[in-house]
């Protein structure tokens, strides 16, 4: 993801949903209506739909063949280019600043600092070649210089170079714990990261702390050529922060990550008060906007990117907060169906242009990492059909899919949001898009020294340009698309990619941060601030997402309509058909975790009108069902025991079922317990003997709540007590719910479940007093049955003391 600033499975058995309860109605609000569940479902009950796979001999190949790529262009690089910061391809040589002809402002991402090679250093840990990994770093180190009299771009240098240096450094010293390789590296890398930090720092020396767009090397801002600095692009200054702060906790150097938040802050607060939306140029000085045009391509990109990981990286939510109010704002505006049309930031009902450029093709991923997969995948077939179209997506295209702008770069965006949502889905339709890409290379870029630049996607004639991108994210993500997980020699999920696609890891996040957080004024706490707080790790349903789309491009697009309405009622979670009327209707499934899901309605994401008002009337009825199935106090359970040699009575409170036996007024179960062997009853038990005639203590997930229970009654438990798995939850801070069957009634044994705080005081009692006898009771029967016993005590107190008066 970058900018520019030239114009240039189904469920095995169906599943009758029982409402979660509570239900809560969050907000709505300008066609967007939200509820959050505190669910009963487990992840298995959100079932996927399967497209065509790919078989896994194809997909290694393809794996293969994207790391043939990669060093086809590497060895190009490294044999006729380097030490220089880029590769001409069709001249076989290297591109230097100074020497080679000026492009102009494009020029400025060069600064004589072999900047290919910094950028790749990381793509090579990612194929697993530690050797030439270590050949590379080397070679950094001995021959990049940063003391150059030499202007360049402060967006361009902090992503590539300083997100390159950074990583590198990350992953030499992880390699060297992992496979006891580079033990010589001492953080030389840090070290370079570090200094041409400091070489940044000067362009931030603003009225308004938001930083200029260039600087010198050498000699900062003190150059006649930046006396007249003025201008700068929301990307530019807002792609900051990952970088900064990743380099003020590694260095112990907290200037760093100040100045990168407190240009963030700057940012935000330059942001149209009504609309929510950002311009795309802005005065440093004044923070007057320059160009109010706003939408999530060139200029503008980044930021919105960095908005939602600075978040994930740093845990701080003020950034999630900008990110859900900024991305509100944008699908209210600008998002349309599929496409995404730049308004006026002051007038969003305005459209300022009949183009869209390359650059937003990286908004799906973004919008995949948010939890909002629908839009994504929506946006997604859209690009896929207008790369098919012109075999390459086009620098610019129209409203209408013609060419604008006919270049093609080589760009990563559209690769990098392909497998962001084969990630999210496990759809193998995103995997055959990736092979139409690498396809397309292979046949109309590659050239006998690298991989050339298209000038013309309507004519095929190359450009004599390589960026250095191409290494660093176009075969990067290429290579990670086709790849097992497995099979590389990191987990990619305990990082975050940059916009450059820097690897950082999530640990960085527990370093501490080195500035103090206070919530400005202007950083009032909105109503839209959490919502889609956490990522969604539900399959969707790309193929009926994009079946309306099929033929966008060619101009049909059919309208397939319902003449039954789906009711609230009769909804089953695990109905690939209900599932697929509901995303229909514009509702979103997303867990939130804790045991909590969270629906979303918006009439932007609705296949149309119509769908769009029978989603809202789905939500209402939700809201009537909730309030009718709320789970009353007398429905709470209770699990009572007395610990040895203590005459208190410990009573636990947990909550109920839709299956199995109902404890109500003085019913109990009374037995001893014992811990299920697996611990989540999800597969073969290994202590049924056990288990016979107890009371069985499970731990919740994996499974469904009522397939536990089934288990527990076959092994002739006499009761069953399914604790959370979620950390620090408790009936003090979590609304209660009833664990939801599905519709089979073949359960008898009385089922109960316990927050975490409660589950622990259990454990801790029965695993030191495994004789320990339990008391499963509906909460108001105990304490009915407890005040009987103390009026009892109370009355025999009374006769004994009037015996013992004379």
């Known amino acids: 993801m970058r900018t520019v600033k030239d114009g240039a499975t189904a469920s095995k058995q169906p599943t009758r949903w029982t409402p979660p309860k509570p239900l809560t109605l969050v907000t709505v609000v300008t066609g967007v209506l939200v509820l959050v569940l505190s669910a009963a479902l487990a992840d298995d009950q959100i079932p996927t739909v399967p497209t065509h796979n790919m078989s896994n001999k194809e997909r290694n190949e393809l794996k293969e063949e994207s790391r043939e790529m990669f060093y086809h262009a590497y060895r190009a690089y490294m044999d006729n280019a380097y030490p220089a910061d880029e590769l001409m391809p069709l001249s076989c040589t290297g591109r230097y600043r100074g020497v080679t002809p000026s492009r102009g402002d494009l020029d400025d991402t060069l600064g004589n600092f072999s900047m290919t090679l910094v950028d790749t250093l990381d793509t090579l840990v990612v194929l697993g070649d530690l050797e030439e990994f270590e050949n590379a770093v080397k070679l950094v180190i001995k021959d990049v210089k940063f003391d150059n009299d030499i202007i360049v771009s402060v967006f361009e240098t902090n992503i590539r170079m300083i997100g390159g240096l950074l990583s590198g450094h990350i992953l030499a010293e992880y390699v060297q714990k992992q496979a006891d390789v580079m033990t010589w590296y001492r953080g030389e890398l840090l070290e370079m990261a570090k200094d041409l930090g400091y070489r940044l720092l000067p362009a931030f020396n603003t009225s308004t702390g938001i930083p200029h767009a260039r600087v010198n090397l050498k000699h900062g801002m003190k150059v006649e050529a930046l006396r007249h600095s003025r201008e700068t692009c929301t990307a530019c ?172 770069h080589l760009r990563p965006e559209f690769i990098e949001s392909t497998y962001f949502l084969y990630r999210a889905t496990g759809d193998h339709y995103y995997l055959h898009a990736g092979k139409k890409a690498l396809k397309a290379l292979q046949k109309h870029a590659k050239v006998p020294c690298g991989y050339a630049a298209v000038n013309d996607v309507r004519t095929g004639k190359h450009e004599d340009r390589m960026d250095s991108y191409v290494l660093s994210e176009t075969f990067k993500y290429l290579f990670l698309l086709f790849s097992d997980p497995a099979d590389l020699i990191l987990n990619i999920e305990d990082f975050i990619f940059t916009t450059e696609a820097h690897l950082l890891p999530l640990t960085l996040g527990q370093l501490g941060n080195h500035t103090l957080t206070v919530r400005d004024q202007d950083d009032q706490v909105h109503m839209l601030d959490y919502m889609r707080s956490c990522p969604s790790p539900n399959k969707l349903f790309p193929e009926t997402v994009r079946r309306p789309l099929r033929d966008l491009v060619t101009g049909v697009c059919p309208r397939i309509s319902s003449a039954k309405r789906l009711r609230a009622a009769d909804f089953q979670a695990s109905n690939t058909d209900h599932l697929r009327t509901v995303y229909d209707m514009g509702i979103t499934m997303v867990s939130l975790g804790e045991g909590k899901v969270q629906l979303l309605h918006s009439f932007h994401n609705a296949k149309s009108p119509e769908d769009a008002e029978r989603g809202l009337i789905f939500m209402q009825e939700m809201v009537e069902l909730s309030k009718s199935n709320s789970i009353p106090n007398t429905q709470l359970q209770a699990v009572a025991f007395k610990r040895e040699g203590d005459q208190e009575l410990h009573i636990l409170e947990a909550g109920p079922s839709h299956f199995g036996m109902e404890l109500v007024n003085d019913m109990s179960i009374e037995q001893r317990a014992v811990f299920a062997k697996p611990s989540k009853m999800c597969s073969a038990l290994k202590n049924v003997d056990e288990i016979r005639g107890k009371i069985v203590i499970m731990e919740r997930g994996d499974c469904t709540f009522v397939d536990k229970a089934r288990r527990a009654q076959s092994a002739g438990a006499v009761a069953a007590i399914v604790f959370d798995n979620t950390p620090n939850t408790s009936i003090n801070n979590q609304q209660m719910f009833a664990m939801s069957g599905d519709g089979r009634d073949d359960v008898q044994i009385p089922v109960v479940f316990l927050f975490t705080k409660e589950a622990e005081q259990l454990i801790a009692a029965v695993k030191k007093q495994p004789s320990l006898e339990l008391t499963l009771m509906s909460v108001t029967g105990l304490k009915e049955k407890l005040a009987k016993q103390r009026a009892e005590t109370l009355k025999t107190d009374k006769k004994s003391a009037s015996k013992a008066t004379p």
């Not at 112990?252 to 700057?266: C, L, Q, T």
């Open 237 to 408: 200054a807002g792609t900051i922060l990952l970088e900064f702060a990743a380099l003020s906790r590694l260095s112990g150097e907290p200037i760093f990550e100040v100045k990168a938040h407190a240009a963030m802050d700057s940012l935000w607060k330059m942001r149209h008060r009504s609309s929510e939306l950002m311009g795309t140029v802005l005065n440093v000085h004044s923070g007057d906007w320059i160009r109010r045009e706003s939408g999530v391509g060139a200029g503008i990109d980044s930021y919105y990117e960095y908005c939602l990981k600075s978040y994930i990286l740093l845990g701080d939510e003020r950034y999630l907060a900008r990110f859900n109010r900024h991305y509100h704002a944008i699908m209210k505006y600008i998002s349309q169906g599929p496409m995404l049309l730049d308004v006026q930031m002051h007038r969003p009902h305005t459209k300022t242009r009949n183009f869209m450029d390359a650059l937003l093709a990286f908004w799906p991923g973004l919008q995949v990492l948010s939890g909002d997969l629908k839009p994504a995948v929506q946006t997604h077939e859209m690009l896929y059909q207008v790369m098919q179209m012109h075999t390459f997506i086009p620098e610019a295209f129209t409203f209408d899919f013609q060419v604008h702008w006919g270049q093609h």
